[in-house]
């Protein structure tokens, strides 16, 4: 007996209402749960009580599989769905049970957006990765039937899933499909799927099209009159500002949409803009005012009584703790904010901000702390079903040996957290990468591997717009000239990093920048305004808690030598002296073509 066969002759056996059911079914792409099957299936044709009896008939003739998830899910095998949707199609019934089925998808998506919000994100992003085969398939039938309208809106709250756990190509495909094939009247279904297109191409490493996007979603939810999107869409372009490495402009942003939030009196939204706000203030080096909007975050937080947000508050004081060396806060800060965490179900966060937590635990230059956090990381990206985490453990395990000289485990490990972040879909962490690996090859001697990766990173950077990764190897590009005793080139490439860097506000990109040129300087035998500068950016380094990785340490220690040396002791304190009340804004003018 053929295949077709067999199966015409196991369809015969089954009641009508068996059969009826079977066909419907075929819309199902990678199982379904029996409230799907209800939902998607039910009519005046199948009573709602015989659904459950026909099920569990059709599992006892082999048609479906049961499958054990959060609930007990059912599969067909692929040839009997395909027999199936023949069947359906038969019976003209196709586009309606598709339509049904679309519409439970949405609705899924919309719960789902909201779900992983709350206290139930587990069982959301569980939910959402089963669901994800049914996800493609509504979509596919909207993009077919001519119903982009239905897409756009599964897509618009398939958003926030795609932007925390991919896949991430797929996710903007779909939105960037449907966005161009549904009508284009200003909404906010719209103006959101420009917003998540945005976020998602961000994380692609696409930041012209993003900035592109997010303004377009500001623009939509303006024309929607939907005033919380407007703020929604003003921190997506301090986002795409960020990446951009432009830190006034995302803060300024940031700074608005709070505005914004408060005149709504949407107090979630505002302590969220606050948590963003406080990291980049705290990388501008203005770290007083940093852990006052810490401060103020938990109190919000514990006014609303919301743990996620006071979970982010604690975390934030913890890195101020550390800071301060103040070691046992650190740790209760930041055990207090995992049990908020905890209790908030907000496992994602707490996964993010311990990494966070951790890359601060490093630039402070406790490698020990680093590495505890990022073991417990590790658990808890398993937790939260963290798409990047094989990435970012190889980025954090090669930064670690880096800050502690093991050049070799270095080098391995981010070149390997490269391609892991490529495959994810991560592109964006990547772009910076090779440039920390050019830093590892100048401290091995490597010379002509430090340029070419310092140029590869040049190019890359340039083309996406990214200015944090194009001062990083304009100031590698710098240092290898250094190496090579070209003080002339070395001065090029480096005045090009640091006026790029003063011009966004980034204070650690500025200030380490600047420090390239205490080399410079000893090079050309001004001894004085290199053991200045020196002198300067030690003291700034105290005040931002920022250490030097063991091959930057190195070759400051020997710096000290020689220039005490050259300058003799009262010279050298004098130097000292000046540098050490020198503002970031007074280092940065010192560094020119002739040192004052």
């Known amino acids: 007996m053929t295949g077709?066969?067999?199966?015409?002759w196991s369809f015969g056996l089954l009641t009508e209402q068996a059969q009826l059911l079977l066909s419907r079914l075929s819309v199902f792409q990678g199982g379904f749960t029996y409230d799907a099957a209800e939902a998607v299936c039910n009519d005046d044709l199948i009573d709602e009580a015989g659904v459950l009896d026909i099920l569990t008939e059709l599992v006892e003739e082999s048609l479906l599989l049961v499958e054990q998830g959060l609930e007990m899910r059912y599969r067909m095998l692929e040839t009997v769905r395909q027999y199936a949707q023949d069947k359906l199609i038969e019976a003209g019934e196709a586009d309606q049970i598709r339509l049904r089925q679309a519409m439970y998808v949405l609705d899924i998506a919309q719960r789902g957006e909201a779900g992983l919000m709350g206290k139930d994100q587990a069982t959301w992003v569980k939910t959402l990765q089963e669901e994800r085969g049914n996800v493609r398939v509504a979509l596919a039938w909207a993009r077919d039937a001519g119903r982009p309208d239905i897409g756009l809106r599964i897509a618009r709250w398939m958003g926030r899933f795609w932007w925390q756990h991919g896949p991430f190509p797929e996710g903007r495909r779909w939105l960037e499909l449907m966005l161009t094939e549904a009508p284009t009247?200003?909404?906010?279904?719209?103006?959101?799927?420009?917003?998540?297109?945005?976020?998602?191409?961000?994380?692609?490493?696409?930041i012209a099209d993003a900035e592109i996007l997010a303004h377009r979603s500001f623009d939509t939810h303006d024309a929607a009159g939907?005033?919380?999107?407007?703020?929604?869409?003003?921190?997506?372009?301090?986002?795409?500002?960020?990446?951009?490495?432009?830190?006034?402009?995302?803060?300024?942003?940031?700074?608005?949409?709070?505005?914004?939030?408060?005149?709504?009196?949407?107090?979630?939204?505002?302590?969220?803009?606050?948590?963003?706000?406080?990291?980049l203030v705290r990388r501008i080096g203005d770290p007083d005012r940093s852990a006052r909007l810490a401060e103020k975050m938990v109190a919000s937080a514990q006014h609303l009584n919301d743990d996620r947000l006071e979970a982010l508050g604690r975390s934030a004081?913890?890195?101020?703790?550390?800071?301060?060396?103040?070691?046992?806060?650190?740790?209760?800060?930041?055990?207090?904010?995992?049990?908020?965490?905890?209790?908030?179900?907000?496992?994602?966060?707490?996964?993010?901000?311990?990494?966070?937590?951790?890359?601060?635990?490093?630039?402070?230059?406790?490698?020990?702390?680093?590495?505890e956090l990022i073991k417990e990381f590790s658990r808890f990206s398993q937790e939260s079903h963290y798409p990047a985490a094989p990435a970012v453990l190889a980025?954090?395990?090669?930064?670690?040996?880096?800050?502690?000289g093991e050049l070799v485990h270095a080098d391995g490990q981010l070149e390997a957290s490269i391609g892991l972040f490529e495959d994810s879909g991560l592109k964006d962490e990547a772009i910076y990468i090779p440039a920390l690996r050019g830093e590892i090859a100048l401290a091995r001697g490597d010379l002509t591997a430090a340029e070419n990766l310092g140029n590869q990173v040049l190019t890359s950077s340039t083309d996406l717009g990214a200015t944090g990764a194009e001062i990083g190897a304009l100031r590698l590009l710098g240092k290898v000239y250094l190496y090579r005793d070209d003080p002339r080139a070395a001065r090029r490439y480096l005045l090009r990093a640091l006026e790029h860097a003063h011009e966004v506000g980034d204070f650690v990109e500025s200030l380490t920048t600047a420090e390239a040129f205490a080399q410079l300087y000893r090079l050309e035998e001004h001894f004085y305004a290199s053991a200045r500068h020196y002198a300067?950016?030690?003291?700034?380094?105290?005040?931002?808690?920022?250490?030097?990785?063991?091959?930057?340490?190195?070759?400051?220690?020997?710096?000290?030598?020689?220039?005490?040396?050259?300058?003799?002791?009262?010279?050298?304190?004098?130097?000292?002296?000046e540098g050490r009340a020198m503002t970031l804004d007074e280092l940065v003018e010192q560094s020119h073509p002739q040192p004052a």
């Open 226 to 279: 939907d005033a919380s999107g407007r703020g929604l869409a003003t921190v997506a372009i301090a986002f795409v500002a960020s990446a951009r490495g432009d830190l006034e402009t995302a803060i300024a942003k940031l700074q608005e949409a709070f505005e914004m939030f408060e005149a709504l009196d949407e107090p979630f939204w505002a302590s969220i803009v606050l948590a963003n706000l406080e990291s």
């Open 4 to 8: 077709s066969a067999t199966m015409d």
């Open 317 to 371: 004081l913890a890195v101020h703790a550390m800071r301060r060396g103040d070691l046992d806060q650190f740790w209760a800060e930041y055990r207090r904010s995992l049990a908020c965490y905890h209790v908030s179900g907000q496992h994602l966060w707490q996964t993010q901000e311990t990494v966070g937590v951790a890359w601060s635990a490093l630039s402070m230059g406790y490698t020990d702390i680093a590495e």
């Open 185 to 206: 009247e200003p909404s906010s279904d719209r103006a959101e799927a420009l917003r998540w297109t945005a976020m998602l191409a961000l994380h692609q490493g696409d």
């Open 536 to 577: 300067s950016a030690d003291h700034l380094r105290d005040v931002v808690c920022l250490a030097r990785t063991w091959f930057t340490q190195i070759e400051y220690e020997n710096s000290m030598i020689e220039l005490r040396r050259e300058l003799g002791d009262e010279a050298f304190a004098q130097a000292a002296e």
């Open 395 to 404: 980025l954090m395990h090669g930064m670690v040996s880096l800050y502690k």
